[in-house]
């Protein structure tokens, strides 16, 4: 974003009807610290993207007269003069926020639902929104327009019938109608990366499971685990067309409703020999939180070609205060990746960042050299679904990180054939030409 430009606060009503301030500044969080945004941390809010409240939180901008932090519980007279509530914007995939909303959350009365919070403007110039993000992927499949649900319903309901007998096919249905997982309805859609859950357990209990939520200091989880595990014919039944037949076919392993697939690592490791029997097209990939490197080893001797490893820090003691494994630790993910890149497996981090943590010099450093060390491929900048007051206190963050945009400048400063990105790719992809110097990408 060019300097010149004013970015006003967004607040909203309590009917949720949204509005610029006329008088605050934007400004967002950096942990628990609140700032006016650079300007290579804000875009134009992307296509796809909503807005939300975030209820009975009032809104922080900063007075421009004297630049003083000011804490909105009510709205302007011209606007009704009602209770403020904080804006939020949910980004559309492919773009890592920079700042969370700024908000009294200590206000607040409920746990916020498992949604990544990105701080949000009015751009008095252009006269549109600005997010704070930055673009970390070219990849546009997974942006909404791309998944008509009024073209879905019939596609599931003919897979459905070819295969009535197939536990996962209908776990899959209900996956694509009713939580309206893209990745579910690419199945159907006979296209694009195609989900494989197979495991009900896991070992480690994340104070943001998106699956399972036991722990009463975070809130409902947004979908239900799949409760069986699924046959190896099950399994194959799924896969194979998928990867004969469908547009940049991959398969992957680990989901949003499952617990961790490396638990059931035997049975996978027989439907990937199945499925390589019957067929050499396409990717097959595996996410995973790694915590078992001998099964790693296994999995990539069978025949798996990518693997993505989940964690929100590369530090124990944030490791450990989000993720809560039960028997490993990070010796044992860092083991794993080093094993999945001497197999010659397309080895990628799924790193759920929030600023504040992430782009701390300490973080960035240590993930540096974990990079270096192992050879880590590309980092997947997931934007760390979570109430940003839980996942404070959770982390014990104080002050400010760098900032991710010079998060990502420096490590890739150092690091040149890091990759970063937000989606798995075809293994036709893993290095596209000149990846070595594609950063920062256009919006």
């Known amino acids: ?28 969080m950096n942990g628990g610290h609140t700032r006016l945004p650079r300007a290579e941390e804000l875009i134009p809010l992307p296509e796809g993207s909503r807005l939300f409240t975030i209820p009975d939180t009032p809104p922080v901008g900063m007075d421009g007269n004297n630049n003083r932090m000011v804490t909105l519980r009510k709205l302007p007279r011209h606007y009704g003069g009602g209770r403020a509530q904080a ?22 009365q409920v746990q916020l639902p498992l949604w990544s919070y990105t701080a949000v403007g009015w751009c008095v110039e252009e006269e549109r929104f600005y997010a704070a993000a930055v673009r970390v992927d070219r990849n546009t499949q997974w942006e909404p327009d791309h998944f008509d649900d009024r073209k879905l319903d019939p596609l599931v309901k003919k897979l459905v019938r070819a295969y009535p007998d197939n536990r996962l096919v209908e776990q ?26 197979t495991s009900p357990v896991c070992n480690a209990r994340c104070l943001g499971c998106i699956s399972l939520q036991e722990a009463p200091e975070c809130c409902p989880s ?22 004969e037949q469908a547009e940049n076919a991959i398969v992957s392993f680990g989901q949003g409703c499952e617990g961790d697939p490396i638990l059931q690592a035997d049975t996978i490791c027989q439907a990937v020999r199945e499925m390589r029997r019957r067929t050499d097209c396409g990717t097959i990939h595996f996410n995973s939180n790694a915590s078992d490197p001998d099964a790693v080893d296994r999995l990539a001797q069978a025949g798996i070609d990518s693997i993505r490893v989940s964690m929100n820090s590369v530090q124990e003691g944030f490791y450990q205060a989000y993720h809560r494994p039960c028997g490993y630790g990070l010796e044992q993910v860092y083991e794993s990746v080093r094993r999945a890149k001497n197999h010659g497996l397309f080895t990628m981090i799924n790193y759920l960042v929030f600023p504040g943590l992430n782009d701390r010099a300490e973080e ?17 900048m997931r934007n760390l679904s979570i109430d940003p007051a839980l996942y404070c206190r959770a982390m014990k963050l104080e002050g400010e990180g760098l900032g991710m945009v010079e998060m990502l ?3 890739k400063q150092r690091i040149p054939r890091l990759q970063y990105g937000y989606f798995n790719r075809t293994r036709e992809n893993f290095y596209p030409e000149g990846y070595e110097t594609d950063w920062p990408l256009p919006v």
Request: aromatic share 8%; hydrophobic share 45%; glycine share 6%.
């Open 1 to 28: 974003m060019k300097r010149n430009k004013t970015i006003l606060a967004v607040v909203a009503d309590a009917s949720g009807e949204v509005f610029e301030h006329p008088e605050l500044l934007m400004v967002g």
């Open 87 to 108: 804006v939020s914007a949910f980004l559309t995939p492919g773009y890592t926020r920079t700042l969370v909303p700024a908000a009294a959350y200590g206000d607040k």
């Open 172 to 197: 899959l249905a209900r996956c694509a109608l009713d939580y309206h997982c893209f990745a579910a309805k690419n199945l159907f859609f006979r296209r694009w990366e195609a989900p494989l859950p």
């Open 222 to 243: 947004s979908q239900e685990r799949i409760t069986f595990v699924p046959t190896v014919e099950e399994l194959c039944q799924i896969a194979v067309p998928h990867l």
């Open 364 to 380: 960035v450093q240590a993930l540096g050299d974990l990079v270096e060390a192992a050879g880590v491929d590309l980092i997947q």
């Open 409 to 411: 400048t420096r490590l």
